[in-house]
């Protein structure tokens, strides 16, 4: 199959009347091995329905076709949105029947998507998280999934508890997969090149415990975090209201001289649930 190179890259550009633009994070791929390989690592093939955000001119739109895969792609930008279907139908007619093109804001609440398998994507530098996030929780097919994200970003979300990097990313994707760093990539293979590098972050889709806990426990990893030079006896204090925030910690199990940035995603569940059970006590 053939794939998207600097020159077509440029001559859609042109013929779109498209100038990329930072507030949207528009840095489009332009080698055709980079997207190989992050098809590759997503391992999707024949049965799979991928989901795909901001696919821009359809570079690895069209690596994940050449897999087999169905593709979902989800592109806010109406222009793109209309090329899409048109490029793949050139380039790949024969995959023309796998695409599906949805013109639409990845962060609105609607569902979009129909039951994809995997979520693989060149995320958006500015909403890169949220997306990434919202998608692991609106779709509960996703079992796996790789993103390319900027380089500082995909470091906190496959950091460890204890670590400089880990922070509120870290725990909130720790809730719903394991994550794990599958590369770099440079700002070469990019038109425009973004000052930064970009990273690849591959998950896997763990079952959640208690689910009924996701919202006071995303509540207490944000307080945590927003102070988390503090102890957590401190930075609780408003989250554990009603009531007195030593207990609650205690009951959980923790000590509350802690700070948030040593606890693990179970931890700050286990403190929505000790907060839970005293409440209802």
Not at 66 to 90: C, F, H, K, N
Not at 198 to 225: K, M, N
Request: aromatic content about 6%; glycine content about 8%.
């Amino acid at each position: 199959m053939a794939l998207l190179g600097p020159a077509r890259i440029r001559e859609l550009a042109r013929q779109l009347d498209l100038r990329p633009t930072k507030r949207l994070g528009q840095n489009f791929v332009i080698d055709p091995n980079t997207v190989r390989k992050i098809a590759a690592q997503a391992g999707v093939g024949p049965g799979d329905v991928v989901l795909e955000v901001g696919p821009g001119l359809g570079s690895l739109t069209l690596a994940l076709l050449e897999t087999g895969a169905a593709v979902q792609a989800v592109e806010i930008d109406g222009r793109l949105a209309e090329q899409l279907p048109v490029t793949v139908g050139e380039l790949a007619p024969d995959a023309a029947n796998r695409l599906t093109v949805i013109c639409a804001d990845a962060l609105e609440p609607m569902a979009l998507a129909d039951d994809p398998t995997a979520f693989v994507a060149n995320l958006p530098y500015n909403t890169g998280v949220p997306i990434l996030l919202n998608a692991l929780e609106r779709y509960e097919s996703i079992a796996s999934g790789v993103v390319m994200v900027q380089l500082e970003v995909a470091q906190r979300l496959t950091a460890a508890p204890g670590s400089r990097q880990y922070g509120v990313p870290s725990v909130k994707l720790a809730w719903w997969a394991s994550a794990h760093s599958v590369g770099r990539v440079g700002t070469e293979v990019f038109w425009p090149a973004p000052n930064v590098q970009s990273g690849l972050v591959g998950f896997t889709r763990h079952q959640v415990a208690h689910p009924e806990l996701r919202e006071p426990t995303f509540a207490a990893v944000d307080a945590a975090f927003a102070q988390r030079r503090k102890m957590l006896r401190s930075a609780l204090r408003t989250w554990a209201a009603p009531l007195d925030v030593t207990p609650v910690i205690e009951f959980a199990g923790i000590d509350p001289s802690s700070r948030g940035e040593s606890l693990t995603v179970e931890q700050f569940s286990a403190l929505a649930s000790a907060k839970s059970h005293l409440l209802s006590a």
